[in-house]
């Protein structure tokens, strides 16, 4: 079982910014592409973005694109999200997870083996 702690959820008005944190060990960083999802009450669990192990390729979800930026601090062993111009439509409960299944990540929660315990971005006026 990987560590995987995420943080930085919490409440922000429409158009403001949030910062996940993702905290994991060396390990998983140097071996392990770390992907992005979300949760809302009564919907699937969506790919939001990932970030590939070895040449730190990334893949967002449309509907994120321009807006999320997902990176990674090795002297840290963190991945982060940052979020800019959230909309209502971006809350839910997020989650990070890790996978070494295919060359490539993606959005696909069942390539996912690990997952942290989730924090909660709240997007409302």
């Known amino acids: 079982q990987l560590q995987l702690v995420e943080s930085g959820g919490g409440l922000v008005h429409p158009g403001g910014s949030l910062r996940l944190s993702c905290a994991t060990s060396k390990f998983t960083l140097d071996y392990y592409a770390i992907g992005w999802f979300r949760q809302a009450p009564g919907k699937e669990r969506e790919g939001v973005s990932c970030?590939?192990?070895?040449?730190?390729?990334?893949y967002y979800a449309d509907s994120v694109k321009g807006r999320f930026t997902i990176s990674r601090d090795f002297a840290k062993n963190t991945v982060y999200l940052q979020m800019n111009s959230l909309r209502p439509e971006d809350t839910a409960l997020y989650y990070c997870?890790?996978?070494?299944?295919?060359?490539?990540?993606?959005?696909?929660?069942?390539?996912?083996?690990?997952w942290g315990q989730g924090t909660q971005v709240t997007v409302s006026s």
């Open positions: 970030i590939n192990s070895d040449d730190g390729s990334t």
């Open positions: 997870a890790a996978t070494n299944k295919y060359r490539y990540c993606s959005g696909d929660m069942y390539e996912y083996d690990d």
